[in-house]
């Protein structure tokens, strides 16, 4: 393996691992009834049972993240959960938020990119084709 093969795969495993813990204690709190996301999933306008679907959600991105075949299904997951954040606090004036969750949602992608299934990755389909011939 290349340095800059190893390199690419250090850097990777430090964003899974930082967002693996995100969704971890962020949907930690969620599941487990934490006052302030209580009062916030309220003050939204949300039921209670989708805060707790929502941490269901970060707590499953967790585990699929951990699992470098499966990471970019938990990362397209998180991502989900990013957007619905994204519009949740732009529509409630909470634009300061914005930026944190805007960042999450980038690092969600790239591992959605970098760790994508085989069968998704360029020139897949050119091989399966020669194959053919």
């Known amino acids: 393996m290349s340095k800059g093969r190893i390199a690419k795969e250090v850097v990777l495993w430090i964003i899974t691992l930082l967002l693996a813990l995100l ?14 996301w209580v009062r916030d999933f309220h003050r939204w306008g949300y039921p209670d049972w989708f805060r ?11 585990v699929l993240l951990l699992i470098p075949r499966v990471a970019s299904y938990g990362a397209g997951l998180f991502a989900l959960v990013m957007l619905g954040a994204i519009l949740t606090h732009a529509t ?8 944190f969750n805007f960042l ?30």
């Open 92 to 99: 409630h004036g909470e634009s300061s938020r914005l930026p």
């Open 52 to 62: 707790i679907v929502v941490g269901i959600a970060e707590l499953a991105s967790t």
């Open 23 to 36: 969704c971890l204690r962020s949907g930690w709190l969620k599941v487990s009834g934490n006052v302030s």
């Open 104 to 133: 999450l949602l980038g690092l969600s992608l790239i591992i959605v990119f970098a760790r994508r299934p085989f069968f998704l990755r360029r020139g897949f389909a050119s091989k399966v084709g020669e194959a053919d011939e």
